[in-house]
């Protein structure tokens, strides 16, 4: 398997780790989950007579699971690794100034801007504007002992790392949540007797033979959309939904997808694991967080018609995927300078005609498994009205 992470790079990771307060990444994620959970018990659990318990363990290892147990399935645990939200909050630290240093020295977000005629959605600066009545609470608790203290601490950084921070831990949140609400636990088709808890972790669980390891992937698939649409639907309560914030949320995507790359092959395939290639995961999350998110806009009276606004999108989506992939070269890849990553190659026509099989592949299973998940769904209002407005993810004319 691939390890893609540079040996020196990696060095210097743990060497800042020591600079990473404990103290604050503990209280903000506590703050963050404290609230989801209660959320999640007030709105689905509760009603259904149930609990959700969210734990935070203390393990290095960059990992979520969540818990089911057949017997009472609205008795539920998600837990979430403090190494993982570790990473998570280094990169909502170290991405937003990196965004900004690199269009001051490279002409690659002019010649994107260039390309989508420089319209009114397009951006020249580093980050995006996130409007003052639009910023989260973290950063009215921090702007005044970060904002201005350097250069690295901008108005306009400060607030993407805020949002960045909660967005992406959210949507890890929202993953383990719909692995539960869609009561994945009875789709898995070798439980054996007695089994009282079944576990999704999100890494290192391999299956046992391609056709169960293509129904676990496209649970896996299920899961990052309803985690998407769930996603979109918490930043639109907390009144911190823009565009900018938006554009924020896709780029922590991408690194969590850069992130999650690491190990797999460059060769696009069902292969062994219960996870689908992260390559594939993104292309469904790119193409269902463009539909989602048009439809929301029409919903709010944003937009008047797809078409309307999902040039936009597309911008958002280009640009997102650009910029965590370079950031993620530069921070952490063995690459030569300037060199596309190997992620980033999945962004040209590299390998189309495996990764559009594979695709395919997953949606049928994915279809096919979606009789039940709308049957069992614990909410009403779930993620299956914005899949339903989704003839096929992926074009099957040729
Ligand atoms: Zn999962």
Not at 132 to 151: L, T
Not at 225 to 236: A, P, Q, S
Not at 250 to 270: Q, T
Request: include cysteine.
């Amino acid at each position: 398997m691939p390890d893609r992470i540079s040996p020196e790079k990696q060095q210097r990771i743990d060497f800042e780790s020591q600079f990473i307060k404990f103290e604050m990444i503990d209280l903000l994620s506590k703050t963050i989950l404290d609230e989801l959970e209660c959320w999640a018990n007030e709105n689905i659990f509760k009603p259904l007579g149930g609990n959700l318990t969210v734990q935070r363990p203390l393990n290095e290892s960059v990992n979520a699971c969540a818990i089911a147990n057949p017997k009472r399935p609205v008795e539920a645990v998600i837990k979430i690794n403090m190494g993982m939200i570790r990473e998570i909050y280094r990169d909502s630290f170290v991405f937003p100034p990196f965004s900004e240093q690199f269009v001051k020295d490279s002409s690659n977000v002019a010649g994107l801007n260039a390309q989508f005629r420089n319209l009114g959605f397009t951006f020249g600066s580093g980050l995006p504007v996130i409007p003052r009545n639009k910023r989260n609470a973290f950063y009215f608790s921090f702007e005044e002992i970060y904002v201005g203290r350097n250069e690295r601490f901008t108005e306009d950084a400060t607030a993407c790392r805020c949002m960045y921070f909660e967005v992406a831990l959210a949507w890890v949140f929202f993953h383990e949540l719909s692995h539960l609400v869609q009561c994945h636990y009875k789709l898995k088709s070798q439980l054996s007797a007695g089994t009282d808890f079944i576990e999704f972790y999100e890494l290192n669980s391999s299956g046992s033979n391609s056709e169960e390891n293509s129904k676990e992937q496209s649970r896996e698939i299920l899961a990052d959309m309803e985690g998407i649409d769930l996603t979109l639907k918490y930043m639109i309560r907390k009144d911190i939904f823009s565009a900018g914030a938006l554009y924020i949320f896709m780029c922590a995507l991408g690194c969590l997808y850069n992130r999650f790359y690491n190990g797999y092959p460059e060769r696009i395939d069902i292969g062994q694991g219960s996870h689908p290639h992260p390559i594939i995961r993104h292309e469904f999350s790119v193409a269902f967080i463009a539909n989602a998110i048009s439809q929301k806009l029409i919903e709010m009276g944003y937009a008047k018609d797809k078409e309307n606004v999902g040039i936009a999108i597309v911008y958002l989506s280009v640009r997102a995927n650009l910029l965590s992939g370079i950031y993620w070269g530069w921070r952490y890849e063995d690459k030569e300078k300037g060199a596309l990553t190997s992620f980033m190659k999945y962004s040209t026509s590299h390998d189309h005609e495996s990764r559009r099989a594979c695709c395919l592949a997953l949606e049928v299973e994915m279809n096919m498994q979606l009789v039940t998940v709308a049957s069992n769904h614990l909410m009403r209002d779930n993620f299956l009205a914005s899949l339903s407005q989704m003839k096929s993810f992926f074009d099957q004319s040729d």
